[in-house]
């Protein structure tokens, strides 16, 4: 079983921007899509961008623009650059793997916080 650390979250003012880091364990992390969800506070989590083992990407209009998904095979780890935040990205983030619909791969990890604040 795949497990995932998220890290990189935190207090930032509105136009800020923050690096958020996913580690994966396990080799099969590099053939699988892979993916950014956020929860806002009372509302369920969403899918916000995705980047494929070829490194094709997909973003919710909500971020196209603002946020850039990467990721590093040698390291097994996928990275979500946010760039001009807003208060309505404050949420809590996470990284998973789609496999269709709402369908993920594995059990979520922790999540990190994400609050933007003046």
């Known amino acids: 079983q795949v497990q995932l650390v998220e890290s990189g979250g935190g207090l930032v003012q509105p136009g800020g921007s923050l690096r958020l880091s996913c580690a994966a364990s396990g080799s099969i992390f590099s053939d699988n899509t892979m993916g950014w969800y956020r929860q806002p506070p009372g509302k369920p989590r969403e899918l916000i961008a995705r980047i494929t083992s070829g490194g094709s990407t997909y973003y919710q209009d909500s971020v196209k623009g603002r946020f850039t998904i990467s990721r590093d095979k040698a390291k097994n780890t996928v990275y979500l650059q946010m760039n001009s935040l807003k208060p309505e990205d404050t949420a809590v983030y996470f990284c998973?793997?789609?496999?269709?619909?709402?369908?993920?791969?594995?059990?979520w990890g922790q999540g990190t916080q994400v609050t933007v604040s003046s």
């Open positions: 998973n793997s789609p496999v269709g619909g709402t369908l993920v791969a594995w059990h």
